[in-house]
């Protein structure tokens, strides 16, 4: 009898044991795993505001390119220190998925800021054939706020919910992510509006949709470079270069409707020369009234070279007459 209830005993103590054990790994797990959804809460929650900062300083303008990039690149690197942390958690077996998918979102958010960062000065130059590049370029980098969103609901924020319930915890908050602010930065031509490139703003190959009934289109009046008129033709016209040049260009709305974002257009180029180009865009013009732009070229022109110097008012939707919409013009640049 002794002999049983001893081994009974020892039995309950056994029991009771793994029981205690398994509670404490139990216990330990579920810990792990509360831990593990905090610390991505905090990472994504810094990230959150990163991004959103990260648009706000490349709409608020009034910087100089220089003085933009530099705060666009302190944003990326705040970016590699959030994707940093993400790879140095602990990570529990049960969120190896979704930890792979967190760093690669924040992967993607750190690259297209530093990308973004590398085409600010290119997008705000005066030269509409360098600024629409790198503006068409900025806006493709935005999709990646996008697909970030997409990735971390589905891939990271989802699986970790699915994970706490099937495991019965209860209690938890699950951080949503809000990198893409607003869907009109992945269109060139609003990016260009927004960072404030008028060069850039023909990137998005002006408006959609049919446009309105009546007729549409430009003219070009008149160019003048400081207090010279430029005249058409063979004559060769002298004009005294300068850093700070720009071209006042008249056009008439010779349609019938009020057009939009019409851009006017300056090139300078010539045999052995580079071509120069500057653009810039009027917001709105009216039915059978002028309209004056001061186009700066951003550049000293090439000095005692003859140039080629073509003035446009590009076409507006449903413009079918354009042969007016060009000037070209011979001169020569003087200190």
């Known amino acids: 009898m ?54 706000d300083t490349l709409a608020a303008g009034g910087s100089s390119p220089s003085d933009l990039q530099t705060q666009i690149n302190q944003l990326r690197v705040r970016a590699e220190s959030e994707t940093g942390e993400a790879v140095k958690l602990d990570v529990p077996d049960e969120m190896k998925a979704p930890q792979r998918n967190l760093v690669l979102t924040l992967s993607l958010l750190q690259e297209s800021i530093g990308k973004v960062a590398e085409k600010i000065p290119s997008a705000l130059a005066s030269d509409s054939a360098v600024a629409e590049g790198a503006v068409k370029s900025i806006s493709g980098e935005m999709q990646a706020f996008t697909a970030g969103d997409v990735v971390y609901q589905r891939r990271v924020a989802a699986v970790i919910e699915e994970i706490l319930d099937k495991e019965e915890i209860g209690g938890q908050t699950i951080q949503r992510s809000n990198f893409q602010q607003n869907l009109g930065w992945l269109a060139p031509d609003i990016v260009a509006r927004r960072i404030g490139s008028e060069a850039g703003r023909g990137a998005g190959g002006g408006a959609t949709g049919d446009p309105a009934p009546g007729t549409h289109g430009h003219g070009l009046v008149s160019a003048t470079v400081g207090d010279k008129a430029l005249e058409p033709g063979g004559a060769s016209n002298r004009l005294t270069a300068s850093s700070t040049l720009a071209f006042k260009v008249v056009i008439a709305n010779q349609g019938e409707n009020i057009e939009t974002d019409v851009r006017v257009r300056v090139r300078i180029g010539g045999p052995g020369v580079k071509t120069i180009s500057a653009q810039k865009t009027v917001d709105q013009t009216r039915p059978g009234t002028n309209a004056e732009v001061s186009v700066p070229l951003g550049q000293a022109p090439p000095i005692g070279e003859p140039v080629t110097i073509t003035i446009e008012v590009r076409a507006v939707p449903g413009e079918g007459k354009t042969d007016n919409n060009s000037q070209t013009y011979t001169a020569l640049f003087e200190r």
Do not use: H
């Open 2 to 55: 002794r002999r049983a209830v001893a081994a009974g005993a020892g039995l309950l103590v056994l029991v009771l044991l793994v029981v205690f054990v398994r509670g404490c790994l139990g216990s330990a797990k579920e810990q792990a795993l509360k831990d593990y959804n905090r610390d991505v809460a905090g990472i994504v929650e810094a990230s959150n505001e990163n991004t959103a900062t990260f648009f």
